[in-house]
């Protein structure tokens, strides 16, 4: 799994809770992303951090919050849980490189079911 | 933005015949990176090309980069059950950033 852990593997919220998934890396990557996997649509970016306590959005970023107090941890929030069907949010880390050639590695991922 | 497209979306196999997804940008790319990602599991990195007309193999696995560095394409030859799996392409989208494209679900039929 490359070193990266995502926690819990399932989460249930109920609708316009607030619920927070872990991404914790031991890889020594300066770089973490998160993405919603839609189907048909593969993977959407919706954060992503080069640095400790430093972060950009992504395409889909509404509804969402991070933090990156830690290199090793990059927690994600969804604000808003919708009444949508089950989503599954990856995260993944990499080296700081040279303009998207890193590979990138992927935790197991969250699945989020909104009740 | 840079967009990346792949089709088909779907691909039903026999096993044993062979299997092609192909990439397609709006945009040159630098680089493209291939990713396989197995029914529950997540996405892991199988290659990256870098070079115009480049092609590498690995096993079964072939894949190409394009002359204009704007496609490339995954064949896989004699697919196995173990060739499951979604597979996707990527290229840069920006500072750090990776677009994935939309994917290529393929399934084989033993």
């Known amino acids: 799994d490359g070193g990266i852990t995502q926690s819990p593997k399932y989460l249930f919220r109920k609708e316009g809770q607030n619920v927070t998934l872990s991404c914790e890396q031991n890889?020594?990557?300066?770089?973490m992303y998160w993405y919603r996997q839609d189907p048909g649509q593969g993977l959407r970016l919706i954060y992503y951090s080069q640095i400790v306590n430093d972060f950009q959005k992504g395409d889909i970023a509404e509804g969402y919050s991070v933090s990156r107090e830690k290199k090793e941890s990059f927690p994600l929030t969804v604000t808003s849980a919708k009444k949508n069907p089950t989503d599954f949010y990856l995260c993944a880390s990499s080296r700081l490189g040279n303009l998207g050639k890193e590979t990138q590695y992927f935790g197991p991922g969250t699945r989020l079911l909104v009740l | 933005g840079q967009q990346v497209m792949q089709i088909p979306q779907y691909q039903h196999v026999q096993e044993g015949e062979d299997f092609t997804t192909y990439c397609n940008s709006s945009?040159?790319?630098?680089?493209i990176q291939w990713y396989k990602q197995r029914p529950g599991g997540h996405p892991v990195f199988l290659i990256q090309l870098v070079k115009s007309g480049e092609v590498k193999k690995q096993k079964r696995l072939t894949f190409q980069f394009g002359e204009a560095k704007k496609n490339s394409s995954l064949h896989i030859t004699a697919t196995q059950t173990t060739d499951v799996g979604t597979y996707f392409c990527?290229?840069?989208?920006?500072?750090?950033?990776?677009?994935f494209g939309t994917g290529t679900k393929l399934q084989v039929i033993p």
């Open positions: 890889l020594n990557h300066d770089a």
């Open positions: 945009t040159t790319l630098s680089n």
């Open positions: 990527a290229g840069p989208g920006g500072y750090q950033k990776v677009t």
